[in-house]
């Protein structure tokens, strides 16, 4: 038998055409995939979690945090912020606030970090001067009138004290949240009901495109369960870095708060000479 006459056979000819056309296929002659989109990696991530029943629309939670906020007046809460300023990610800082509408803010440092430090503001009062001080026994005494804005007032802050509060919260986040729907930039995953001290609490992730301008790439987000108030907020980078942090807990709203409580006169703060 001549061998190569049988290699050639007609019928093993077409059976290697075949086998070349399924290699180029399933390889060669593929056309490249294009690049997943982080909203695109959520998404699906999104599909391979456990769908939660009666989901809450997270922006409407956010409308009704705005309606509960204007019909208070006042409230007292302990605050936590965690920042990273500068490139440097700065301590925890435990803080005792009272605020009252439209903008005078008083706080106290509890914590290990600055613990006894003071500052006051009102807006339209003490010439628009951010009041503070440190904390100590000589150091306290010593209070410093500073521009809000400057930056000696901003040195350990991302943002001025004329943007303290929840209320400041509540709307940019709604304001950020609903800009990025409406371009079809947002990603929202609930991740379920959680216990916080003060009750029961929403919690979502949110995922925005990156270069888009948004303030962060990856927010997670615990809506009160009966305000709607933003109780826990930490938003991160595109390498997944800490940004900044804020929780607010022991709130008492409309607690009757009176010019007394901005007044650095008051017997109980420790403001002292300028």
Request: aromatic fraction near 10%.
């Amino acid at each position: 038998m001549n061998l190569c006459k049988s290699f050639f056979y007609p019928s093993t000819l077409v059976f290697l055409l075949f086998l070349c056309l399924g290699v180029i296929s399933m390889g060669g002659c593929t056309a490249p995939r294009r690049p997943i989109s982080p909203v695109e990696e959520m998404q699906a991530e999104a599909a391979r979690r456990p769908v939660h029943s009666n989901e809450p629309d997270f922006l409407e939670l956010l409308r009704e945090a705005m309606r509960n906020y204007e019909n208070i007046n006042d409230y007292t809460t302990n605050f936590t912020k965690r920042q990273r300023v500068r490139g440097r990610l700065l301590p925890d800082e435990e803080i005792f606030m009272k605020f009252r509408k439209p903008h005078a803010v008083y706080m106290k440092w509890r914590g290990k970090v600055d613990r006894g430090q003071e500052v006051l503001y009102v807006k339209g009062r003490y010439d628009d001067k951010l009041l503070a001080h440190k904390g100590g026994l000589i150091l306290s005494r010593i209070t410093a009138a500073l521009d809000p804005n400057g930056k000696r007032a901003l040195k350990k802050n991302l943002r001025p004290v004329t943007c303290a509060g929840i209320g400041f919260l509540i709307h940019s986040l709604y304001d950020v949240s609903s800009r990025a729907k409406e371009n079809g930039d947002m990603r929202i995953e609930y991740l379920g009901p959680v216990d916080l001290p003060d009750g029961m609490a929403h919690k979502f992730e949110r995922l925005l495109e990156e270069g888009k301008g948004y303030p962060c790439r990856r927010a997670v987000i615990c809506l009160d369960g009966e305000t709607g108030f933003p109780v826990l907020y930490e938003a991160y980078d595109s390498a997944d870095n800490l940004l900044e942090r804020y929780g607010y807990n022991d709130m008492k709203t409309d607690t009757g708060l009176v010019d007394d409580d901005f007044d650095k006169d008051n017997k109980e703060y420790r403001f002292g000479l300028f």
